[in-house]
């Protein structure tokens, strides 16, 4: 969902003729379910954080594409999108282009609104692990940083692989106190974003699509969650798309998976227990 603005608030970069692209930040609202508060919660937090990081301090552009406004002329000198269409990321392959053509890519900070309202974790632990995938073939080695700034995973490792002491189970308590704070701190950050932004109109309606300040105590078991899906991608790199199997290679691009030989037999196999026991 946009405000009534968006359109007006993004289109303004385009007076700019060396701007190839602008992309928005996107926020997780509503939530009905734990795989939906979760999913929220990641975007509102991770997500969002890691977007506007490495747009300001490292201007690398991260392009989302549920928001892409570009110039027709532009995107057929890049190719067109003929040239993703083998691509699972190809937001984020557009985004580079853009770049390496020497035209800015522009994050706006007009929000927008996904609302996931009803999902199952099952769909929550699936979606990042495709993610975790996509940015372990993106980025490569750093993608280690992905864990290491995973605090709350972090904090509870010694009593994973130690034991649950004192001294452990205060150290993770502690962490996850100071992550659920730290979290709120950016909603509400988020909160006085979006607001100079939005128009009253329709204030209902924004205040129904709201996050509930009582999710954010869900933080540190989502991060958990997060911790142990980020070694999937280590272990996999396929992924299952409309029924169809593909091998994830360098920077997300798709080919299709073998279905004969032994090396498919494990994922038949493990297709077979997951259906059977759905």
């Known amino acids: 969902m946009v405000n009534r603005n968006y359109l007006q608030e993004i289109v303004k970069y385009m007076e700019d003729p060396d701007v190839g692209l602008v992309s928005n930040i996107i926020k997780g609202t509503r939530g009905r379910s734990f795989g939906s508060i979760f999913e929220n919660l990641h975007l509102n937090s991770f997500i969002m954080g890691s977007v506007c990081f490495l747009d300001r301090f490292l201007k690398m552009p991260c392009?989302?594409?549920?928001?892409?406004?570009?110039?027709?002329k532009d995107l057929e000198d890049i190719g067109g999108f003929s040239t993703v269409k083998d691509v699972l990321a190809e937001d984020y392959v557009i985004g580079k282009k853009m770049y390496k053509r020497g035209k800015k890519v522009i994050l706006s900070n007009h929000m927008i609104k996904n609302v996931n309202e009803y999902w199952g974790i099952n769909k929550f632990i699936n979606r990042h692990a495709r993610w975790g995938k996509l940015r372990w073939k993106i980025g490569g080695v750093s993608y280690v940083s992905e864990l290491i700034g995973n605090p709350v995973f972090m904090s509870f490792l010694p009593i994973l692989l130690?034991?649950?002491?004192?001294?452990?189970?205060?150290?993770?308590?502690?962490?996850?106190?100071?992550?659920?704070?730290?979290?709120?701190?950016?909603?509400?950050?988020?909160?006085?974003?979006?607001?100079?932004?939005?128009?009253?109109?329709?204030?209902?309606?924004?205040?129904?699509?709201?996050?509930?300040?009582?999710?954010?105590?869900?933080?540190?078991?989502?991060?958990?969650?997060?911790?142990?899906?980020?070694?999937?991608?280590?272990?996999?790199?396929?992924?299952?798309w409309r029924g169809n199997r593909y091998i994830i290679g360098k920077d997300s691009a798709l080919s299709p998976y073998p279905e004969t030989g032994f090396w498919s037999l494990r994922y038949r196999l493990a297709d077979a227990i997951r259906t059977r026991f759905a």
């Open 162 to 240: 130690y034991e649950p002491s004192r001294i452990t189970m205060s150290f993770a308590m502690f962490v996850s106190s100071l992550k659920i704070l730290g979290d709120m701190w950016i909603g509400k950050l988020i909160t006085r974003q979006d607001n100079r932004s939005r128009l009253h109109e329709n204030e209902k309606l924004n205040s129904a699509l709201s996050m509930n300040p009582l999710w954010y105590f869900f933080a540190p078991v989502k991060d958990l969650i997060i911790g142990f899906i980020w070694f999937v991608p280590l272990i996999s790199n396929t992924v299952v």
């Open 63 to 72: 392009v989302i594409g549920k928001s892409m406004l570009m110039r027709k």
